[in-house]
């Protein structure tokens, strides 16, 4: 069975299975099944999609659905320098992964409640609610993983892994998608209740999968931190190449916020948002099944290339899109919206895996937390700064918003080019 483990992982990486060390194969496995459930729940619980049309069906306020993306983006990257600290001082990384998502199971099992039982701004509050927990969960478990990863899987077979995962997912939801497009079933509150319930139990699941992780314990070193929060800050006062990463990783954080203003341009098809759920959904999990896998491999040889050509592409579907928009008023209706939808999902799964292996390359084991927390949360105050641009397409339209995201991704990959070969090392 070893033998067997070892030839699949193999292939998955693109290795030598005898350069594999014994145990590596059955913990590649383990990350690809615990990262393949749970980023299909966050696909199914996908706030930009599924969770705007389902508050807007259940009656919830408009500025209640305008928090769903600053609730889920921002609280899941600010809480994390005040895990850092625990992490960094727990003998595993993978306790922390796996309660993480044990939490936001439970937490999309209780937004699929509310959504059953509740209506208005009741239901809203109680969604959003149920969606500051589940982030607030995600921030334990995005701060604990990139040691867990690192400590069980080497260096350039690790966004294999990730990407795998990604793509892997990606086709679960693809087929949620279709369902939804050809009226398989309707695209109504309790069917979407129903996915949200299965979501949930998917990280449950992952959560057990992930306990079973062959993680050696190691002691904490503690010493010389003196002042907590000052050792917790320091990185980004002290090392150039973070402050360039995060600097980089902030400005190509457009390419996660960019997808609701292309869905503001949909309008001219005549369609309603509820109608396009299921093609939108598509064109989303199809680029990532084509891209994730390849950014995942890219970025194994040079994460610094991926954030480089992720953000180019991304500078290149914004100043089309808007360009579009502002001379004819709209896409051409829903294929033109999911194909600027497609394009643009490409672009942002190469700056997650780009920036997802960059930093955990980049960062030895031992700070490697406190660097993932720090970076997490100087992006986290940059989203929800990021949330102003709502009011700039109100007053000047979203295509006027998509050519500044454009300027702003092609100066993330200006800023990428600075960044150090970390795969090289």
Same mark, same amino acid.
């Given at each position: /069975?070893? $033998?067997?483990?070892?030839?699949?992982?193999?292939? %998955?990486? *693109?290795?030598?299975?005898?350069?594999?060390?014994?145990? &590596?194969?059955?913990?590649?496995? %383990?990350?690809? $099944?615990?990262?393949?459930?749970?980023?299909?729940?966050?696909?199914?619980?996908?706030?930009?999609?599924?969770?705007?049309?389902?508050?807007?069906?259940?009656?919830?306020?408009?500025? /209640?659905?305008?928090? @769903?993306?600053?609730?889920?983006?921002?609280?899941?990257?600010?809480?994390?320098?005040?895990?850092?600290?625990?992490? &960094?001082?727990?003998?595993? !990384?993978?306790?922390?992964?796996?309660?993480? +998502?044990?939490?936001?199971? =439970?937490?999309?099992?209780?937004?699929?409640?509310?959504?059953? /039982?509740?209506?208005?701004?009741?239901?809203?509050? =109680? %969604?959003?609610?149920?969606?500051?927990?589940?982030?607030?969960?995600?921030?334990? +478990?995005?701060?604990?993983?990139?040691?867990?990863?690192?400590?069980?899987?080497?260096?350039?077979?690790?966004?294999?892994?990730?990407?795998?995962?990604?793509?892997?997912?990606? =086709?679960? =939801?693809?087929?949620?998608?279709? @369902?939804?497009?050809?009226?398989?079933?309707?695209?109504?509150?309790?069917?979407?209740?129903?996915?949200?319930?299965?979501?949930?139990?998917?990280?449950?699941?992952?959560?057990?999968?992930?306990?079973?992780?062959? &993680?050696?314990?190691?002691?904490?070193?503690?010493?010389?931190?003196?002042?907590?929060?000052? $050792?917790?800050?320091?990185?980004?006062?002290?090392? *150039?190449?973070?402050?360039?990463?995060?600097? #980089?990783?902030?400005?190509?954080?457009?390419?996660?916020?960019?997808?609701?203003?292309?869905?503001?341009?949909?309008?001219?098809?005549?369609? +309603?948002?509820?109608?396009?759920?299921?093609? /939108?959904?598509?064109? #989303?999990?199809?680029?990532?099944?084509?891209?994730?896998?390849?950014?995942?491999?890219?970025?194994?040889?040079? #994460?610094?290339?991926?954030?480089?050509?992720?953000?180019?592409?991304? $500078?290149?579907?914004?100043?089309?899109?808007?360009?579009?928009?502002?001379?004819?008023?709209?896409?051409?209706?829903?294929?033109?919206?999911?194909?600027? %939808?497609?394009?643009?999902?490409?672009?942002?799964?190469?700056? !997650?895996?780009?920036?997802?292996?960059?930093?955990?390359?980049?960062?030895?084991?031992?700070?490697?937390?406190?660097?993932?927390?720090?970076?997490?949360?100087?992006?986290?105050?940059?989203?929800?700064?990021?949330?102003?641009?709502?009011?700039?397409?109100? !007053?000047?339209?979203?295509?006027?918003?998509?050519?500044?995201?454009?300027?702003?991704?092609?100066? *993330?990959?200006?800023?990428?080019?600075?960044?150090?070969?970390?795969?090289?090392?």
């Amino acid at each position: /069975m070893s $033998a067997r483990l070892k030839t699949a992982f193999g292939r %998955i990486t *693109g290795n030598k299975t005898d350069a594999i060390p014994d145990g &590596e194969a059955r913990n590649g496995l %383990i990350h690809i $099944a615990a990262l393949t459930l749970t980023k299909t729940a966050d696909a199914l619980i996908d706030p930009k999609l599924v969770l705007s049309w389902l508050m807007t069906a259940l009656g919830a306020p408009g500025a /209640m659905i305008g928090a @769903l993306v600053p609730v889920r983006e921002a609280g899941a990257l600010l809480p994390q320098l005040a895990f850092a600290r625990q992490v &960094e001082v727990s003998p595993q !990384r993978k306790r922390f992964w796996a309660l993480g +998502s044990a939490v936001q199971g =439970v937490a999309a099992l209780g937004i699929a409640l509310a959504a059953l /039982m509740l209506s208005g701004v009741l239901a809203g509050a =109680v %969604i959003l609610a149920c969606l500051a927990v589940l982030a607030a969960a995600r921030a334990a +478990s995005s701060v604990s993983y990139k040691d867990a990863l690192a400590r069980t899987i080497a260096k350039r077979r690790r966004g294999a892994i990730t990407g795998l995962a990604a793509s892997v997912a990606a =086709v679960s =939801v693809f087929g949620v998608g279709a @369902l939804m497009a050809t009226g398989v079933f309707d695209v109504a509150i309790a069917p979407l209740a129903g996915i949200i319930a299965i979501a949930g139990g998917a990280l449950l699941l992952s959560s057990f999968i992930f306990m079973r992780l062959q &993680e050696s314990a190691r002691k904490a070193d503690t010493d010389g931190d003196g002042d907590v929060l000052a $050792a917790l800050i320091k990185p980004i006062l002290s090392d *150039g190449q973070l402050r360039l990463f995060v600097a #980089s990783r902030a400005a190509l954080a457009v390419t996660a916020l960019a997808l609701p203003f292309i869905v503001m341009m949909s309008a001219a098809s005549g369609r +309603s948002a509820l109608d396009e759920l299921g093609p /939108m959904v598509m064109a #989303s999990t199809a680029a990532s099944v084509v891209a994730a896998y390849v950014w995942g491999r890219l970025s194994d040889h040079s #994460s610094r290339q991926t954030l480089m050509a992720a953000g180019a592409l991304g $500078a290149g579907v914004f100043a089309t899109v808007g360009v579009i928009g502002l001379a004819h008023g709209g896409l051409g209706g829903a294929l033109g919206a999911a194909a600027a %939808i497609f394009v643009a999902q490409i672009a942002y799964e190469g700056v !997650r895996a780009g920036r997802k292996l960059h930093l955990t390359d980049m960062a030895d084991d031992s700070f490697r937390a406190r660097y993932t927390a720090l970076s997490n949360t100087l992006v986290g105050l940059a989203l929800l700064a990021g949330g102003l641009f709502g009011l700039a397409a109100d !007053r000047f339209g979203p295509a006027v918003v998509l050519l500044v995201f454009a300027a702003i991704a092609a100066l *993330g990959s200006g800023l990428a080019r600075g960044l150090n070969e970390v795969q090289q090392d």
